[in-house]
């Protein structure tokens, strides 16, 4: 097990070229947030536009589409039922990100396995939250492309059937490889196995334990995925990104709320990229 440490960043966020366009740096389409959960789906797309992604859509229940663009005028909406143009606008994206908020009744499950069918190994998926229980709950078969899971423990331990204090980084490289995905293990000393190495994020604090968090990480995952080219690095970087800003902020609060980690991303991703 590797320790990360911030030469991640400027390996991974690279000065943007004067000759470039929004098209540059990648299209991130985020499916999720039922009429109950609005808020995952919005705190995920924020942080992919905020972590830079060049084009971002979010594909979500109908009520939700005001606040979204109360919040967020950059993301560009689209209704979760309507399947035709969730298959085209999961077809179009650089990145899927499916989960965050998204539930896990009969709807979201019919989602799922939509955008499943759909995507190609040209485009990466990054599957959170309610999308991990689903496959688990229901025995799905992930689709063979890149793929980045992004569980908590319960999460995790829904999914690998590895009980949480059985989670050793062994029982994790194992089922990770079973899975031939990209694993984020999160907990308070998250882990990431990736397909070559397995590596311990020695940030975080307990001002971040609080809902949200995560699905503002997996946004965060979404956008440098969509941005910079090698997908380890992009993983990594994120998850060192997402708790160092929450360190800086809770030296002097006790609790760090995910928008104010949105917030602080394109200062931080400023002052850390490779010069
Ligand atoms: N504002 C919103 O709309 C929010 C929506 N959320 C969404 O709610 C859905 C359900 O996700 P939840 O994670 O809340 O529910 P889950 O039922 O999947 O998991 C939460 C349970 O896991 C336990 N647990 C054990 N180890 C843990 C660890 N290391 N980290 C986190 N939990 C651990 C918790 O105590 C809790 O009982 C997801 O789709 C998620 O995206 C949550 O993110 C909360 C905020
Ligand atoms: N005590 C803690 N120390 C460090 N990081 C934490 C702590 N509690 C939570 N986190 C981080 O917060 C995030 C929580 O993710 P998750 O449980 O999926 O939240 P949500 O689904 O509510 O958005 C993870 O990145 C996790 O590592
Ligand atoms: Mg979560």
Known sequence: ???????????????????????????????GGNRNFGGAILMASA?????????????TDASNQSSLHARLPEAMFADMRQTTQLTDLVAGADVVVIGPGLGTDDAALATLQ?????????????????AITLVAQHHLTLPAVP??????????QRLSGIAIADQTPERNRAAANQLNATVVVKSHRTQIYTPTG??????????Q???GMGDTLAGMVGGFLA???DHQDAVLAAVYTHSAIAEALAASQYVVLPHQIIDALPQYMHDHQAH
Do not use: C
């Not at 991640?8 to 929004?22: C, G, V, Y």
């Open 114 to 130: 939509q955008v499943f069918q759909t995507v190609t190994a040209q485009q990466t998926l990054v599957v959170d939250g309610s």
């Open 198 to 207: 397995s590596f311990q994020n020695p940030l975080g604090t307990p001002a």
């Open 47 to 59: 942080a992919a536009v905020y972590a830079g992604a060049g084009l971002v859509t979010t594909i």
């Open 209 to 211: 334990a609080t809902g």
């Open 1 to 31: 097990m590797e320790t990360l440490t911030a030469a991640i960043l400027p390996q991974t966020i690279r000065q943007r070229p004067a000759n470039s366009h929004k098209g540059t740096y990648g299209r991130v389409t985020l499916v």
């Open 227 to 229: 941005q910079f080219s």
């Open 147 to 156: 793929l980045v899971l992004t569980p908590h423990q319960m999460e995790w």
